[in-house]
């Protein structure tokens, strides 16, 4: 009989000790190379502009590029966008955004589609958004009892998120 091989299990603790970029999902590390694309990062920047100007006007409701969402010792993620409606008090998110967004990429993909989406659902995370930079499509995600439901794939038309207390109209035409 075969002896069963365990996969090592990684920690927070180990995960601050790492060089480069990582996601660390359930003890298992993801690397995060090669770099997001020039393009990635071209739709990201909109991306969080549009957001941050649509957020304008509320007080509690701040846009982030990645940062480290800690969701437990053994799980650790660095959505490509955040949305938080609270204080961040440490050096990392110990509670969940009020909306993440997944840029789409070969090498994500999967990842993005199967195991973030149950992650954040999970989590319950109000809003995901997986843009495909190569359709130029944005699918919503909302979180209805407990269960993500897909509200529409967008392309260059405009849709109102309710994102705390606050409203955030996006014409999605402006992140290409």
């Known amino acids: 009989m075969h002896a069963l ?8 603790d180990d995960y601050k000790l790492w060089e480069g970029d ?16 020039p393009r990635h990062q071209y739709i990201a920047n909109n991306l969080g502009l549009v957001f941050a100007l649509a957020l304008k006007g509320c007080a509690d409701c701040k846009v982030y590029q990645p940062i480290d969402y800690k969701i437990d010792e053994y799980t650790v993620v ?26 789409l990429s070969d090498s994500t993909k999967e990842k993005d589609r199967e195991v973030k989406y149950s992650l954040f659902e999970k989590e319950g995370i109000p809003w995901y958004l ?6 130029e499509t944005v699918e919503i995600y909302q979180l209805k009892t407990k269960k993500y439901h897909k509200i529409e794939t967008v392309h260059d038309e405009s849709f109102t998120f ?3 207390t606050c409203k955030a109209p996006v014409v999605m035409k402006e992140i290409w």
């Open 130 to 135: 997986m843009v495909d930079p190569d359709k």
């Open 162 to 164: 309710n994102i705390g």
């Open 5 to 12: 091989k365990s996969l090592p299990h990684y920690t927070y």
């Open 22 to 37: 990582w996601e660390l999902i359930d003890g298992i590390p993801y690397s995060m190379s090669p770099a997001a694309t």
């Open 78 to 103: 660095q959505p490509d966008l955040l949305i938080v409606c609270k204080p961040i008090k440490k050096k990392f998110l110990d509670f969940p955004p009020a909306l993440v967004v997944e840029i």
